[in-house]
T-cell receptor
Framework: KNEVEQSPQNLTAQEGEFITINCSYS?????LHWLQQHPGGGIVSLFM???GKKKHGRLIATINIQEKHSSLHITASHPRDSAVYIC??????????????FGKGTHLIIQP | ETGVTQSPTHLIKTRGQQVTLRCSSQ?????VSWYQQALGQGPQFIFQ???????GRGNFPPRFSGLQFPNYSSELNVNALELDDSALYLC????????????????FGPGTRLLVL
């Protein structure tokens, strides 16, 4: 069973700050997902990656397969970035389906 | 907007009752997964359907069952409701290229919030 740990659990920062959220997992994966969940429940997929680095606007996600670790960075943070950020991993390798295993999430608040 | 819808948005049931939650996936998405998210926790995988057949299951009892239909809609049924079933239930769809690897973007619905009294 894959364990997914995120840190920090809660993060409050000032507008404009550079934000880093970390995720580590215990066993090999086929892909790692970064998700954003707003109050009310809706979840949006930000990134899916299995190696290297991806960038979308002010968001950057990196993954180190050897160290079983991923980071999500937000540059020039803004109050609208306030949300819960969730790391999730998938293990399934052909045929079977194990769904996603989720971390507990990082609750991010960006103050103006 | 992910194109995935769920109904109802909120639901209140009493212990022992049965409930059916519905999800409408994006057209062309062959795979749908259901998750349970308790308050303050990350989602937990219930099961996945691929082309109308259950393709994988998490650690949930048989009273959690599902169906997937050819029109890209699906259902989650829960029998004999317990207080601990109170949670946000999320469905997520993906294209589902076989063999399924989990390496596909998942499109989540807004969820159904179930309260069991």
């Amino acid at each position: 069973k894959n364990e997914v740990e995120q840190s920090p659990q809660n993060l409050t920062a000032q507008e404009g700050e550079f934000i880093t959220i970390n995720c580590s997992y215990s066993v090999g994966i086929s892909a790692l997902h970064w998700l954003q969940q707003h109050p009310g429940g809706g979840i949006v997929s930000l990134f899916m990656l299995s190696s290297g680095k991806k960038k979308h606007g002010r968001l950057i996600a990196t993954i180190n397969i050897q160290e079983k670790h991923s980071s999500l960075h937000i540059t020039a943070s803004h109050p609208r970035d306030s949300a819960v950020y969730i790391c999730a991993v998938s293990v399934g390798a052909g045929g079977g389906a194990d769904g996603l295993t989720f971390g507990k999430g990082t609750h991010l608040i960006i103050q103006p | 907007e992910t194109g995935v819808t769920q109904s109802p948005t909120h639901l209140i049931k009493t212990r022992g009752q049965q409930v059916t939650l519905r999800c409408s996936s994006q057209s062309g998405h062959n795979t749908v997964s259901w998750y349970q998210q308790a308050l303050g926790q990350g989602p937990q995988f219930i099961f996945q359907y691929y082309r109308e057949e259950e393709n994988g299951r998490g650690n949930f009892p048989p009273r959690f069952s599902g169906l997937q239909f050819p029109n890209y809609s699906s259902e989650l049924n829960v029998n004999a409701l317990e207080l601990d079933d109170s949670a946000l239930y999320l469905c997520a769809s993906s294209l589902g290229f076989f063999p399924l690897s989990g390496g596909e973007t998942q499109y989540f619905g807004p969820g159904t919030r179930l309260l069991v009294l």
